[in-house]
């Protein structure tokens, strides 16, 4: 007959067991998401010089073995923005990499402890500087500098032609790229309310204190004046903010995306966008853009402003895991896979407006 094991003892395995599984599971999780979030492409920190300031930047790399690459130039949209985006920029990199082409992006500055303040910044200034980053990788021996383009989000739309202007480029990835900066701000507020179910006399309140904030911006108010006007209810505007505004609210790309005439452009829009009008962007970009034939549109009906899925930016959980534990699949089907196929077309002029 066995003798039976003691209490004590049994309850000391049963717990030293759970603490094993629970060990192996942690530990499978952490390699999961270790491998979800490694990227096939090497990323180097590099330092720009642009008049007399310093732009902290990323170039990631594909793992391809040859000398040369193309080069993707990254513009970020509306607010502090690192270099990668808080990681969100990788898949994109990535999916470059895969079409045999370098990506380049910085810190926006005052953004990670790079010096100056974003908030400083004109939409001809953050065109400046990418100029200057243009110029800094056409010195490099590995970048193609017949092969150099942009990406650019949302703000970016009124940085990308003016950068065109100033040197020349062979693409512009353009996401979301507003046109008009008051009619995006009118649109962006009128969806907010309906998407919040705001009632007649909330939306005549806003659209009333919107209307004040233009003939204030129109007046060259100061930020102390604005907050005079709101009866000291400033709404999270600052006095740096209220400068920026004040510097870019007339930013209207119409005439600028004349710059891309000829260059083809590959311009990406969401189904679920509350930020930007993309009906009215998609009208400007045909009426400006149509004539040289190197228009390519693509629609995301499931995606959001940032072009992650609708279903998963509802919820910061599933933001949260999707990011860690499948970071790729944050973004809209089709989106990055899209990217990829336009940078590998680029030489085949197969560049015609088309929708999916």
Known sequence: MCPKTPPRRRGLRVAVWSLVAVLVVAAGLVGVVLWQNSYDMDEQRVTIRHGGHTLNGVLAIPRDGRKQHGLVVYVHGDGPVDATHDDGYKPMWEANAKAGYASLSWDKPGVAGAPGDWLDQSMDDRADEAAAAIAWARARPDIDGNRIGL??????????????????????????????WLRQGRYNLLAELRADGASAARTKAEVARSDTTRRLLGRHATFEEYVGAMRG????????????????????????????????????????????????????????????????????????????????????????????????????????????????????????????
């Open 151 to 180: 990406w650019g989000a949302s703000q970016a739309g009124w940085v990308l032609p003016k950068t065109a202007a100033k040197t020349p480029v062979s693409f512009v990835i353009a996401v979301s790229p507003a046109i008009n």
């Open 233 to 356: 209810d400033a709404d999270g505007m600052t006095a740096a903010r209220w400068g920026f505004i004040s510097k870019n609210y007339t930013a209207d790309a119409t005439r600028d995306l004349r710059a891309l005439r000829g260059v083809p452009v590959l311009l990406t829009l969401a189904g679920h966008d509350i930020n930007v009008d993309t009906a009215d962007t998609e009208r400007v970009y045909h009426k400006t853009l149509d004539a040289g034939g190197a228009l390519a549109v693509r629609h995301y009906p499931d995606a959001t402003h940032s072009l992650l899925k609708q279903s998963i930016e509802q919820s910061d959980l599933k933001i949260t895991l999707t990011a860690l534990l499948s970071p790729r699949s944050l973004f809209a089907d089709g989106f990055l896979d899209g990217q990829r196929k336009f940078l590998k077309e680029l030489g085949r002029g197969s560049h015609a407006t088309a929708r999916p």
